[in-house]
């Protein structure tokens, strides 16, 4: 379709509704000399639409008329909106409320701030395909987990061997004398500033500049650390996230995390929740996975202790970088253990599902009863 002469695009898509949930116009779709595009996607899919695409030639820079272009369009609190740089994006914030972007019945009569993460500019997005949070640019950062660990006895009171279903290594936090499974909660803060109230605090930063800190409470007095890492603007991960979450139960703030310049996240997770007291794991939708090389036995061990473990993946995790297909989840011994790992894309899915048959992703691979799309 030749648009490259069109002048008004006014109600060019007005009610169109077949319960699509993606639509793309393609990098043909031109609209460099469009003057008009008011109520041009009015009540388009409303309430199935989750994904619309404009495309590399959409170029806004002679409009005049765009009142209403949204309104009633998508599904609410879904819908995003693909533009094809930052300048186009920035275009469409500038006169969102009068698209009605986001503005409606569904929704809200005003327009909020939060509905500009809608709007995506294409070429912030990771390979996952989805759009990626980025944290201002910086050089601070968090350092390298060390792994220092001790091990746990091979033999019980009566000299019989000890068979372990986790690793038989009990991590401490960041080489200091905290062990990491007496921490009952991690959260992760977008302020380096430690509250006064604390039992102890930590430089984590890689520069040791004081610009990532840590620090720790026990408000319930049960001999079990609250722990919090912070960094101003929130956390960004070295590109070494080996055992940065090892030996936990619980994580809060996930999306604080910045993940995108990471390339090993090998033994991550270790042992996550092996203690039984949670059998969930969520990393979100800012958790980036497009340029890490290696995952081995990132999931290792998770869950052990549990009859049941949920694993959510995320939108913006993908195997795409992956240089070899890893041993993501796995356990010593075997197990009566299921689970479900929730995925956001076909790539993802399809992925876990293909290596099960072949390559072994997951050793006693029935740990994954379940992949669904969320």
Known sequence: LDTSHVESMRAMFYFSKDGTKEFDLGDQFDTSNVKDISNMFIEMGEGTLKKIRLGAKFDVSKVEKQSGAFEYTGKPYELYCYVKDDATRQWFIEHAEDMCWYIGFYTSWDYKP??????????SMGLAGMPIRTHEPTDNRIMAEPAKYTELPSKDENGYPISYVTDAKRYYFFGTEIKRDDIEELTIETSC????????????SEKQNGSVMAWYTDKDKDGLYEMTIGQEGGVVANPNCCYLFCDLSQINGMGNLYTSGVTDMSYMFLDYGANGKNNALDLEDNFDTSNVKRMDGMFAHLGAYSEYYSLRLGKAFTFKGLEKVPLLIYYNTPMDLRGTVYVSSDEVRDYITKTIEGQSLVMYYEVVQEVRMF
Do not use: H, R
Request: aromatic share 14%.
């Open 193 to 204: 500033k430690v509250p006064e109230e604390v039992l102890g605090q930590f430089d984590l």
């Open 114 to 123: 939060g509905y500009n993460d809608y709007i995506v500019n294409e070429q």
